[in-house]
């Protein structure tokens, strides 16, 4: 059973440039969240789709933009990459109504 | 503002001994506490949970204990392995307010000396 899958690993992209970051949930969970982990941090929350819709949203600007595709999995979004957008993006899925978030591997982001 | 804090950065134990990871909250509407460990170039692995209507949760050789009173968790291993040796998470949900994220403390590394 094939767990949350992420893609890419890594990427390295320039000051104003666009992103757009993958992931698969577990198989037979229907809801993905994204979280970024700066360095020396817990992750924080992005946002959550569920029924391809954005459910509930943390504090990012509208540069951080999402999807969820009707096999339930999803891409992150970001816009006029800023220096400080450099970390580990991370994707959890669940099923909802189920507290338990089981995380990918992450995608590490460096923006120079 | 930290909803979760976890102050301790780091905790050295010896092997076969027991690991106290400590985390608190100031958010009176958390509902469900999680703990992840989490290895370098991994993502966080969920290890054990508890509801707001409990106070401890035990699974092999991880208990989490919950005192709502004093807004306080915490995570013991015993006994303490090699295998052990990660950066654990605390992190707290208010799922009956239908706020679904997960907030997370900075997280602790635990280091077990052979």
């Known amino acids: 059973d094939a767990g949350v899958t992420q893609s890419p690993t890594h990427l390295i992209k320039t000051r104003g440039q666009q992103v757009t970051l993958r992931c698969s949930p577990k198989?037979?969970?229907?809801?993905v969240s994204w979280y970024q982990q700066a360095l020396g941090q817990g992750p924080q929350f992005i946002f959550q789709y569920y029924e391809e819709e954005e459910r509930q949203r943390g504090n990012f600007p509208d540069r951080f933009s999402g999807h969820q595709f009707p096999n339930y999995s999803s891409e992150l979004n970001v816009n006029a990459l800023l220096l400080g957008d450099s970390a580990l993006y991370l994707c959890?899925?669940?099923?909802?109504?189920?507290?338990?978030?089981?995380f990918g591997p992450g995608t590490r982001l460096t923006v120079t | 503002d930290q909803q979760v804090k976890q102050n301790s950065p780091s905790l050295s134990v010896q092997e076969g001994r027991i690991s106290i990871l400590n985390c608190d909250y100031t958010n009176s509407m958390f509902d469900y506490f999680l703990w992840y460990k989490k290895y370098p170039a991994e993502g966080p692995t969920f290890l054990i949970s508890i509801s707001s209507i409990k106070d401890k949760n035990e699974d092999g050789r991880f208990t989490v204990f919950l005192n709502k009173s004093a807004k306080h968790l915490s995570l013991h291993i015993v006994p303490s392995q090699p295998g052990d040796s990660a950066v654990y998470f605390c992190a707290a949900s208010a799922r009956w307010s239908n706020d679904y994220k997960l907030s997370f403390g900075a997280g602790t590394t635990v280091t077990v000396r052979a």
């Open positions: 959890a899925s669940t099923m909802d109504r189920v507290n338990e978030q089981y």
């Open positions: 198989s037979g969970h229907d809801t």
